[in-house]
């Protein structure tokens, strides 16, 4: 399995990304070729912006970039603040050209020992579509548990996820 890291950039670079309507259409399709094109226009492919933070805990999105290629292969993030029940929600997703090698495993890995580190996660969750795909052998190897069907606000009838935060070893 690739390593990855997990980078954030500079505030201005980040708001560009909020502005850039073309970026924002592509996510809310998900259109995942169309958002990779828009990063690699902004960032590069390989990495040329300089990272503002990189496997900083942030409840918010990343970018994911395989360290020896220095290549930006997918994005992640915590969809939202721990609740106050203790528990995160994480997504994450490979670029088209990178799919298949194991780094969609890496960055749900990363997000679940980042998550770990804050005395207020108590678990960390995951929502697939509810059918045996590619999400789920993800978030099987991570040691996440099938923990039933739920109705989401936003997509419906998915199966969740869960693991128990543990501080990373």
């Not at 070729?33 to 990343?62: F, I, N, Q, T």
């Not at 292969?73 to 194991?102: L, M, N, Q, R, W």
């Not at 207020?120 to 099987?140: K, Q």
């Not at 069907?149 to 419906?156: N, R, T």
Request: proline share 8%; glycine share 6%.
């Amino acid at each position: 399995m690739p390593d990855v890291q997990l980078v954030r950039f500079d505030p201005a670079v980040e708001e560009a990304f909020v502005n850039d309507a073309d970026y924002r259409e592509a996510l809310d399709a998900d259109d995942w070729e169309r958002a990779a094109a828009c990063v690699y226009r902004r960032v590069g492919r390989p990495l040329s912006a300089k990272p503002a933070s990189v496997d900083e805990l942030h409840w918010g999105g990343y970018f994911a970039i395989d360290p020896s290629t220095r290549e930006v292969v997918g994005s992640c993030a915590f969809k939202a603040p721990p609740t106050p029940a203790g528990a995160v929600e994480i997504a994450y997703f490979t670029y088209p050209d990178f799919k298949g090698h194991g780094y969609a495993t890496s960055m749900a890995k990363k997000l679940i020992a980042l998550a770990g580190r804050s005395p207020l996660v108590r678990c960390v969750i995951a929502l697939t579509m509810p059918e045996r795909n590619a999400s789920n052998r993800v978030l099987e190897k991570v040691g996440m548990r099938f923990d039933g069907e739920v109705i989401d606000p936003e997509d419906g009838r998915v199966w969740r996820w869960q693991v128990s935060a543990v501080p990373p070893t």
